[in-house]
Each structure stands twice: as structure tokens, then as C-alpha cells.
């Protein structure tokens, strides 16, 4: 029997960003539509053009990605008309191949928050779906409050449904706006709506509120709906959106719809999840949930003993599902077998060639180990990890050597009474038997080090010209009795290729001098720079 | 008609304590049983007498508590009888009011882990139940991987479920040890258990491995089961066991489940469940879900300008639930995306009361905007907002001046060829018409001018004694033509009340100093702290 396509679409960029202390800057919405599109999601909702300058930038240019990206907006505002309603036209103007609609479907909050009829209020969503399927766009209706209205006056949310869909919505997306409905009553009022409009234009988008997030969002595919929105690690306002983190693993992995539908995510793609995850994560500048189903780091532990022992016999007898499947790796506590097989698969994943015998694979296991158990964080610092890689497993050149540092950072009042802050840096370097002394200015202490880091660096300084510092982050960890800072760098180069390095020390400074040391040496291996004379 | 009663069982102390990294001393079990007690739970399953020493004098004495103290362990050991079983007759010695055994009801378990015949490991059940009952306690059975015993061979698992009920056992509860038996699939074995079994006496403890441990523990009762078992927060191996924090307010507040059956829960017992929760956490010394369904800081959170209105208008609007019911406190976000309501509904919950038509709302509703422009997060930093706010509606004491600042980092060999690197400060205040002049050293420059700053200040250094740094986090914002930096502080007291200042600045020890400067103005004002003479 032909399997049914499910639809599954993101919006960790929109309603996502509705948490409380998110705050992505454009270079991170593009990063993680990027993570998306790889994984294989077939909606990215990326933000609301015209809203604020990061969204409409983000809108204002054509994309190459598999992705359908979407705008999201309001339906119309009452009492105008669409050509009249300037929300409405940056939605139309946006570079988007959908747009999604956000309606009132729930009589009370069309009374108290709209204060207009409900007549008017199911002209406007005709209205709205007919201006955006008129530009060529394919639009979604998300239906607010759906499940409190359909609870307070079925008729009228019906109504509501089947009016974007008789206007031309390709979904009408059935919202738990305040997350409170529970599985059953989903999976009944869903059916419901099935009954009225095929199951192939309804989705489902609900919130956490209840803790029912992921099992409203299987409740409702089981009663017929077909697309589902949510967002990745479940991120969103309150107790955040349904955690497509945890529900593609169940689709694609779990009997009851491994066998009944297929999606756009293949067992390839699906492995890229746990990866996916914890980049969003750094994103966020928050550490990833150690127990978060499928991707956390203690997904797939085993405590010592009894179950160890039956899960090296036989993994079911303690794993419902294979971790590899997830990009996930089992942790035994009394062995130091997991890390392996995850080891090899990088190497080769960034071209480097090696029998899985090979003694160096174990000690580079163990030294990965090592270091994170201090803070080193190698799942976000792909090029740290390869320089890493790269010096146990081949000769690679010390392009340079660093004999000393000094940063000063002083506040004051100048000559003309005003409060000024100067940062300055010098760094002692060796660069091909020459000793050199550089010295910066920034905007603080480490601009002002990799300034004068980056000031001369001899026959190298023409490979790190067009090396752009993106982004910093800093994490305090407080693993054990001494905080650690970690200092994650990301680096741009001229032809647009990002990459990511880790720093870790008691101290912010050495931290980061230590990232910006690995960035400038990955770019100088990457494009071939000569070993020193 | 007469509502059913259902029985609700915590585990925290025994299957909780089964997660990496969680050791609970004796007194932090007996701190965490008397929440338990106080919140109304039927049963608390404490630990596992003889197996180890905190447990066995846990066990060793008698209490005084409303609960039924419950211990833990396995049926008698196959091949033995149960008066040669040393580990079962510690369980027999224990002061318990329950004793809660394990058994294996998977056919696949039964050979590959204990390797005996499915009939030996029935007379095992039946034998240890009727020990127990003969021992004049109440017995329970944890029936091990029910659901995929079941699924595997479900007349065996039922038989092995018949037997221990036969035998006398209160309890039999059908456990998915592997967590990864979806909602649909719970509810069918469950219905088909309870027409072999009475539902009064069948109790059902899931895992979160698939996100649906919530979901699962509902999905049961709805098939009738009678009794729920689960953790705290949800902790647990893995990804953790039912959520007892989620299902409860669930259990008392939700139409489906309140109106059909009652708890030992009183409305004033379920008020606590936030403040429990978070007593959890200390003792665990990690950092409240923020995110956390009904008790998270944030599940009642709401941001955006229209939320905030419509709330403010009728709470049912955005909340599923009132906070107060649990414990919790509905909090109204500054950001910019919110306005003059927003601000108004802050200032109310800080303590602050102005009339709604002061003309110092509306400047400070224009200097967060024009803050949060340029990268302040206030919705992150609310003791930052609170002394925005006290600085421009009441008279804020100047409680000390900084002339100026200076930090530096060296990184050198020293005299014994080692790499070191330090960091010193040096901080030029005024306190109390006094020059104050005070050098620090720390881990890095932030620490060394945090030591340097709070050395001396003076009649207020009393104040800032116990003023603790706990976390620090650093985010580069790339908004407009020149990246600034955004410095989050954390800060714990004596007391462990917590809170968050925001500095920022192009310079991240300029961006430092103000978060440092803001997170001690804070605390000076809210302990009283006298103005200067």
C-alpha cells in the first residue's frame, strides 16, 4: 500500500523566536534555515517581513535552498482594504514562497480582541487567502485558538477552516494557541475538522503547556491531519511549541508511521538531527538538554552493571531505538566504545582517511574525551576538532609561534573631561625564524588582540586577509570546582565559507586568543599555506 | 456520580536517583519526602533497603508521615528460597508501609537476562507477592518492560501480571522500561490489562523516551488505570520518567480528568507544586526549567504587545490555567516589541505604582525602546529594568561614584619557563566623600575588576558580602554598522535569591562593569541600604 506524505514545517525562526531571551541576529536565522534545509524540512517559516529590519533583510533576496521559506503575517486589518494595509502589502512584497496567515477563529477572542463581527472577521480571512494565492504565493492559514474556539462554538471555528480552504489555502493549520487542549480532545476535534476539509490541507501547531506537545501533534496525524508545525529542541514562548526534535525520530523510526507515512527526510538526513540540535543550541548561547528524548546526552546512557551488560547483549533489551539512527551515540559508562564509531565517521566526513584499526583513532577518542570533559565543545567547533584530527593523524606546519601577549583595558576621563575606554594589545611572535612585535587597538580587549595578532604575520598575512571575526560567544562553566569559560568563535572568510573554533581556560582572554589562534591556523591549513622555510 | 480515586506514586527518590550525576545525602531524601508528603502524594518510594547505607537507615527507623513510605526491590532471586534471599529479606526488615518488587514479564528478559524458564520466573512472582503480603505489608509489583512483553508475547506478560495479582498484590503496575511505547499503543494493552485485572488495582509507570511520558501516564487512566507513578520535574534515567510536576495540575485542573476523579490533592496542596518543584532543583544544585509546563518561570510568561493587552483584559485569552493554581506567578515581558501595557503591568509586579496617564511612563516606555535598540535585553536583565525604572519614578541613592578603571592581561614565561598568564585590576571609586583606591587580581579581567570593585566600598561593603557571580554570558550583536557587545550577569545572594543585570557596550569590559555596577545598585536598594551621609 502506498505510504501518505506527511509535511513538516519550522518555525524555530518565527514562533521560536518568541522566547523569552531569543534574540537572533540575521547570521544566525540564515545558520540555522541552512541546518533546516539539510535535514530536509519542507517549510522553513522564517520571520515576519516588514516587522523589524533583521526580517525584512532576511526577505529582500532570493535564496537557493530545497526549503519552501515562509513569510509569516496577519490577515488583514479590519476595516481596511488589502491595498490600504501596509503589514499586509510587506507581506505581499516579501522574496517568499509561501505565506502564512495568522486568523481569529474563536469567537471570543474575535469580540475581545478584535472587537468586529464575526462576519467581518470570516470576510477578512477570504480576503487575505484570495490576495496571497492572487500573487502566486501558496498560503497557509494558521488558524489561532483554534481548539478553545471549536470548544466555545464548533460551528463558527469550522467555518473559519473551511473559508481559507474554499478561498484557496493550500493548509489551514488548526492552532493550540494556549497549548491547553489535551491528545484526546485533539484527536477528536481534528476529526472532526477531516470530515469537513481533506486531510491532505490540515495541519497542526500546538504549544507545550500541558507537556502533551509532541503527543497532540501524533494525535492529530492519527486523526488525519498532514502537515505539522513545530520547532527544533521545542523552542518557543512559555513552555514552548511541539519539539519536531523528538516527533521526526518517532515518524520516521516507530511502528504505526515508519509504516504509514513518509516525509522528505530520508535515514540520511535523520542522522544530521542530533547535530542539528546542538548547533541551534550554540546558537542560543544555552546548554543542550542532557535528557532531551532521541538527541540529549543521556538518551542512550547505561549505568553500569545489569543494564549494561543486557544492552551489550542485546541492545533492545534497554533501547528502544538504535542511537545511531538519530546521529545520537550510546553512552556505557564502564566502556569508552561510543565515542569511536562517531570519531570515524568525522574524519571521514572531513576527508581524512583512516583504518578504523589504527591505534592514533583510539588515542584521538581518548583526547576528544579529555577535552570536553574540560569544556572543550567539538560538536560546535568543527574546526578546532579537524585541527585536532589533523595533528595527531599528519604533519601539519607551526606556521607560527606565540611568545607572549599583553592586553590593557583602561577607563578615564581624557583631556576634555569625557569618560573613554582604550583597549590595546601587543602580541610577541616568530614567523619563519623572524621575531615579530605587533601591536592593536579595538573596541575592546580581544578586537585589540586579534588586531595585533593579525597585524604580521609575515609570508602568511596575504591567507588571512579576508578572515572576518562573525561572531563570539562565551559560556562560564561550572563543571567542576574551578569555573571554566569556553569562547566559541565563528570566522567568514572572503568567499563566504564559516567556520567555528573553541577556546577554553579560567581565563576569557586566553580562552579567546586560544580560538582565534585555531581560526587563523584552520584557514591557512585549508588553503595550503607553505610549512615555514 | 461519584468520582473514581486515583492513586498517585512518586518514585523521585529511587527511579530519580537512578540519573547520572544525582546522589542524594540522607537528609536531602528525608528534605524531599516531606515535600512529597506535605503536596499529597499516596506513596513515596524511598529507596532501596540493603542496598546501600543511606537507604538502609532511611529504612531504619519509623516516620511520621500522611504518605505510604514505600521501599524497592527485586522478586526473590531464581534458583533460592525466599528465607536464603539475603537482599529480599532486607527488604522484608524494612520499616516500610509498601514494598514495591520488580519482576520481569518480557519472555525475551526472561531468557536473555535471567535465563530461566517462563514458568520458574511466574513461581518467582507468586512466591515473593504472597512474602510480602505475609509480611503484613502492602505489596506492589513493578511489572519490567510490560509493553514490550506484550508486544512480544502478550498472553505471557498478562499471566505474569494475573499472577502477582492473584497472589495478593494491591498494585500491579505495567512499566515501558524503555520508554518507547507511543500514547495510542499504552491505551490498548492498558484497556485489554484492565479486562483481565481490575483497573483499580493496575498502576502504570512510563519513561520520556519518545516525549510522551506525560501523554502515556494520561492515555492509561483514560483506559483505566488507577494508579500513576512518576518523578518530580520528571527526572530520571535517560530522558527521564512521567512527569508528576505536569500530570498533577493536569489531574486537578483539566475538564476530562477533574470533573472524573479525585486525588489526595487538595487546591491548597496543589499551590505548592511550584515551590516543590524548584526545592527539587536546589537540592539537585541545577537551574529551574524555565520552560517547564504549569511551574517553569516562563510557562506563564507572555511577550509582544497584543498578548500582553488581551491578558490584561481576560487572562483565558493566552492562559489555558490560572498560575496561581500551582504556585505560579504570570509574568509580563519588557521587550520591544511591547508597549506602554507592558511597562505599566511590570512596574505593578516590581512594586511600583504610578497612574496610568504619568507622563514618566511614557519616557520610560521610550528609553527601553531606545535601549533595546541599541542591544540592552530588559526582558532578560529585570533588575536592570527595576532600577531603570526606579532612577526615572523615584529617587535612587548615588550610593557611590567610579572615577576610573584599569585592567590588564599578560601573557608571559616566567622564571621557571612556564606559560602563566595574569590578570589584575585596579578600580579609583568615591564612597561616602571618600577616594577609594583598590587592586585585584582574578582568573581573568572580568573577575580581577569584579574582585577589585567590591573590595572596599565602604558602610556598603556589609551589603555585598554575599553577592555572588553565578552566571555570565556574552553575546556580540552585529544590529547596526558596529558590533557591540551584550554582557548578561547572573547574580545569586546568601538568601539564593537570584536576578540578571545587562551592560553593554563596543567594549566588553566597559559592557562588564556596567552589568557588575547595576547587579550591586540592586542589591543595595532592594536590602535597604541607607543613602551617603
Known sequence: MARETLSLYDTTLRDGAQTHGVDFSLEDKLLIAEQLDRLGLDYVEAGYPGANPID??????????????????????????IS???????????????ICLVGKTWDFHVDVALGITLEENLAGI???????????????LDCEHFFDGYKANAPYALECAKTAYDAGARWVVLCDTNGGTLPEEVEAIVADVVANIPGDHVGIHVHNDTDNGVANSLAAVRAGARQIQGTLNGVGERCGNANLTSIIPTLLLKSGYADRFETNIS?????????????????????PDRHAPYVGEAAFAHKGGIHVSAVKKDPRTYEHVPPESVGNVRKLLVSNQGGRSNILAQLESIGLTVSKDDPRVGRLVELVKEREAVGYAYEAAEASFELLARRMLETVPQFFDIDSFRVMVERRHNALGELVTISEATVKARVDGNSVMSVGEGNGPINALDNALRKDLGPYQS???????????????TGG?????RVLVESRDGEGRRWFTVGVSP????ASFEALLDSINYKLIRDGAPAPS
Do not use: C, W
Not at 56 to 81: H, I, Q, W, Y
Not at 126 to 134: H, L, M, P, R
Not at 481 to 485: I, L, R
Open 56 to 81: 525584512t533583510e532576511l526577505f529582500s533576496k532570493d535564496r537557493e535552498v530545497g526549503t519552501k521559506v515562509t513569510a509569516f503575517g496577519m490577515t488583514k486589518r479590519p476595516g481596511r482594504s
Open 84 to 98: 490600504n494595509d501596509p503589514g499586509f502589502q510587506a507581506l505581499l512584497a516579501a522574496e517568499a514562497d509561501a
Open 126 to 140: 477570504k480576503e487575505s487567502v484570495e490576495a496571497v494565492v492572487a500573487s502566486g504565493r501558496e498560503a497557509l
Open 267 to 287: 535515514p540520511e538526513k535523520l542522522s544530521t538531527l542530533t547535530h542539528a540540535s546542538r548547533v541551534l543550541d550554540e546558537m542560543l548561547n544555552q546548554a
Open 463 to 477: 591567507y588571512i586577509d579576508d578572515l572576518k571575526l562573525v561572531d563570539y560567544k562565551v559560556r562560564i562553566l
Open 481 to 485: 570546582t574551578d569555573a571554566v569559560t
Open 507 to 510: 581565563n576569557i582572554v586566553d
